[in-house]
């Protein structure tokens, strides 16, 4: 914090039981070059009350595909989240895991991800660490109250000849859409891991073929032709 300035900071929690009552507040402050007077100081005192927070479902909606090593611009997971009737949200980010069954692609198989909602990129490029991919949305994508919306995660097949990609939830908290009414995260419901879409990695081509014919040559001729290989990617 630069001398003679000032920044805000927000204190925020969940209270896990209702009919208590809670003030959040600052008691100490350390850091360098820091003296502090004023300490403590507290927020006001609220309520903890039962509420009906907003549920949101993620659902595969991708097909299973076989994509060759050197394709670009491939669609890694495609989902769906729905969210019902009790309050409109904002969707701030999302990690996914390659779950996928024996062989697992490895980290450097896939690059360059992003996350799509039809043709909008809403976050990436992230690289793939642990198995795990996270987009954190820069600007929160809205989806009002009974309303869905489809993703997908677009990327490149670098490596990784029959090796599998499926996308899924690890944990249903790692799926962050934030309820416009109680301003905390809404309640998951994961499908996707049911039913996640399976890329399968397939090994690149290179196809050759041969074209020449039957001559005679006169001796000491230079830069004679004797056929063509014409090599093309499959």
């Keep these: 914090i630069p001398a003679g300035t000032s920044k805000e900071l927000t204190i925020a929690g969940i209270l896990g039981q209702a009919s208590t009552f809670n003030a959040l507040g600052v ?54 989240l729905a969210v019902d009737s009790i309050e409109d949200s904002k969707f701030e980010a999302i990690t996914l895991k390659n779950k996928a069954a024996s062989p697992n692609a490895a980290d450097g198989d896939i690059a360059n991800l992003y996350l799509y909602k039809g043709s909008e990129m809403l976050a990436g490029p992230v690289q ?40 899924n939830l690890d944990t249903s908290s790692d799926l962050k859409l934030r309820g416009e009414t109680y301003e905390t995260y809404l309640t998951v419901t994961d499908t996707l891991a049911a039913a ?7 090994g690149a081509e290179l196809n050759i073929a041969y074209s020449g014919t039957n001559f005679d040559s006169v001796d000491d001729k230079t830069d004679v032709v004797f056929g063509t290989l014409t090599m093309s990617a499959g």
């Design 27 to 80: 008691v100490d402050v350390t850091g360098e070059g820091l003296s502090t007077a004023g300490l403590p100081v507290y927020g006001n005192q609220v309520t903890a009350v039962d509420v009906n927070v907003g549920t949101v479902i993620i659902t595969n909606v991708g097909t299973d595909s076989t994509k060759k090593i050197g394709t670009s611009d491939v669609t890694l997971a495609q989902f769906k």
């Design 128 to 167: 793939m660490v642990s198995d795990k991919i996270t987009f954190v949305l820069d600007t929160p994508y809205a989806i009002d109250k009974s309303k869905n919306e489809t993703f997908k995660v677009v990327g490149e097949v670098i490596n990784g000849a029959s090796n599998l990609v499926e996308f």
């Design 196 to 202: 996640g879409m399976v890329v399968t990695i397939d």
